[in-house]
């Protein structure tokens, strides 16, 4: 694993996802096989392996200070292309130098926050996030531990996130679901639907068809999940009958476990 610390431009900046997006971490340890985030390398001139580095934005919450000053109010998502709960969080603490900071901010008043990850560390940080009013999201797509450990392999287990996140809830914590992506013969939407159906709300994202995505993935899909190479081709090939089988069953189980879905969000016309 390349690791080091990073001086970093800008904390807190505005993206066309949201209003704003903070990452405290470039890279990302979970190595998930899907990541869309892998495009990063290309602006930063990284060589190694997607999942084989991480680069801690040292100065982030102290640049975040000015910056909560002089933005205009919005919405601030963390985080968008790492997890900023991913292992090495647990030693450096800066995610929750991050949250501290806000916390502290006496412009912190201008923003609603929300926070996305797979990992049960953000245990640690349910005070800082309840006393923040920030939404929690878990992001899932199978509950099959074994498919979970090949395609997300230091990510915590699904039923480890779950978990979490009903702890979270039973804090005071507003909590969603992020079922993403919906892997062809792998993700069972009605199964996650069910376990997820304690939180407000959920997202739903199909698999990123960009070329560096499908790179990664498809190799381990072949050798791990052979029987499911036909639906991952129909799905890449056919992508507008891919959404609308998805779109399809996402209506009917919204409806069957009453929990509403933000919005089925799509790659391939990107």
């Given at each position: 694993?390349?690791?080091?610390?990073?001086?970093?431009?800008?904390?807190?900046?505005?993206?066309?996802?949201?209003?704003?997006?903070?990452?405290?971490?470039?890279?990302?340890?979970?190595?998930?096989?899907?990541?869309?985030?892998?495009?990063?390398?290309?602006?930063?001139?990284?060589?190694?392996?997607?999942?084989?580095?991480?680069?801690?934005?040292?100065?982030?919450?102290?640049?975040?200070?000015?910056?909560?000053?002089?933005?205009?109010?919005?919405?601030?998502?963390?985080?968008?292309?790492t997890d900023c709960y991913q292992p090495i969080e647990g030693k450096l603490l800066l995610t929750r130098k991050v949250?501290?900071?806000?916390?502290?901010?006496?412009?912190?008043?201008?923003?609603?926050?929300?926070?996305?990850?797979?990992?049960?560390?953000?245990?640690?940080?349910?005070?800082?996030?309840?006393?923040?009013?920030?939404?929690?999201?878990?992001?899932?797509?199978?509950?099959?531990?074994?498919?979970?450990?090949?395609?997300?392999?230091?990510?915590?287990?699904?039923?480890?996130?779950?978990?979490?996140?009903?702890?979270?809830?039973?804090?005071?914590?507003?909590?969603?679901?992020?079922?993403?992506?919906?892997?062809?013969?792998?993700?069972?939407l009605e199964e996650i639907f069910e376990a997820l159906q304690f939180c407000e709300y959920?997202?739903?994202?199909?698999?990123?068809?960009?070329?560096?995505?499908?790179?990664?993935?498809?190799?381990?899909?072949?050798?791990?999940?052979?029987?499911?190479?036909?639906?991952?081709?129909?799905?890449?090939?056919?992508?507008?009958?891919?959404?609308?089988?998805?779109?399809?069953?996402?209506?009917?189980?919204?409806?069957?476990?009453?929990?509403?879905?933000?919005?089925?969000?799509?790659?391939?016309?990107?």
């Amino acid at each position: 694993m390349e690791f080091k610390e990073i001086k970093c431009k800008s904390c807190m900046t505005k993206s066309k996802l949201t209003d704003y997006v903070i990452n405290p971490y470039t890279g990302c340890m979970h190595g998930c096989k899907y990541c869309y985030a892998v495009f990063i390398k290309r602006f930063q001139d990284i060589k190694a392996e997607w999942g084989d580095f991480v680069y801690a934005k040292a100065n982030c919450p102290e640049l975040l200070k000015k910056e909560l000053e002089k933005n205009k109010p919005g919405h601030i998502w963390i985080s968008s292309v790492t997890d900023c709960y991913q292992p090495i969080e647990g030693k450096l603490l800066l995610t929750r130098k991050v949250l501290e900071t806000i916390a502290k901010s006496p412009n912190k008043n201008k923003f609603t926050m929300e926070i996305l990850t797979k990992s049960a560390l953000v245990k640690r940080d349910f005070d800082l996030i309840k006393g923040l009013n920030a939404e929690l999201g878990m992001s899932v797509n199978t509950l099959n531990e074994k498919a979970a450990r090949i395609i997300e392999p230091l990510a915590s287990s699904p039923l480890e996130r779950i978990k979490t996140l009903k702890e979270a809830k039973e804090a005071g914590i507003h909590v969603y679901g992020f079922i993403s992506p919906v892997l062809p013969g792998i993700t069972n939407l009605e199964e996650i639907f069910e376990a997820l159906q304690f939180c407000e709300y959920v997202w739903v994202e199909l698999l990123n068809m960009r070329k560096a995505c499908l790179e990664r993935l498809m190799p381990a899909v072949r050798k791990e999940f052979p029987e499911t190479a036909k639906s991952f081709d129909f799905a890449i090939n056919h992508p507008e009958e891919y959404y609308n089988n998805v779109k399809k069953e996402v209506e009917m189980l919204s409806k069957k476990y009453n929990l509403r879905v933000q919005d089925i969000v799509r790659h391939d016309k990107e």
